[in-house]
């Protein structure tokens, strides 16, 4: 087993909590999520891009539709970020 420390790794993007690394030695990107990470391929980080962009424009329009549909009280809306 090859030590990982050895590989040359650079964070692509995010930050501490939540990043995507390349090893460009393994060819692999792992995806840090808090404690866990992720490794997978560059073609399922493509994969993966599209399926959050897919996911977060579902969960806009399910959320604009239930703002809508549910009370019109400007207090009732909550943002949680
Ligand atoms: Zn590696």
Same mark, same amino acid.
């Given at each position: 087993?090859?030590?990982?420390?050895?590989?040359?790794?650079?964070?692509?993007?995010?930050?501490?909590?939540?990043?995507?690394? +390349?090893?460009?030695?393994?060819?692999? *990107?792992?995806?840090?999520?808090? %404690? /866990?990470? =992720?490794?997978? !391929?560059? $073609? #399922?980080?493509?994969?993966?891009?599209?399926? +959050?962009?897919?996911?977060?424009?579902? *969960?806009?329009?399910?959320?604009? %539709? /239930?703002? =809508?549909?549910? !009370?019109? $009280? #400007?207090?009732?809306?909550?943002?949680?970020?």
């Amino acid at each position: 087993m090859n030590s990982t420390r050895q590989h040359k790794k650079v964070r692509l993007s995010g930050n501490d909590d939540c990043c995507v690394v +390349l090893c460009s030695d393994c060819n692999v *990107l792992e995806l840090n999520l808090g %404690a /866990s990470t =992720l490794r997978i !391929s560059p $073609e #399922s980080l493509h994969s993966l891009s599209t399926i +959050l962009n897919n996911a977060k424009k579902k *969960l806009d329009q399910i959320q604009n %539709a /239930s703002l =809508l549909s549910g !009370s019109l $009280e #400007s207090g009732s809306i909550k943002r949680v970020h």
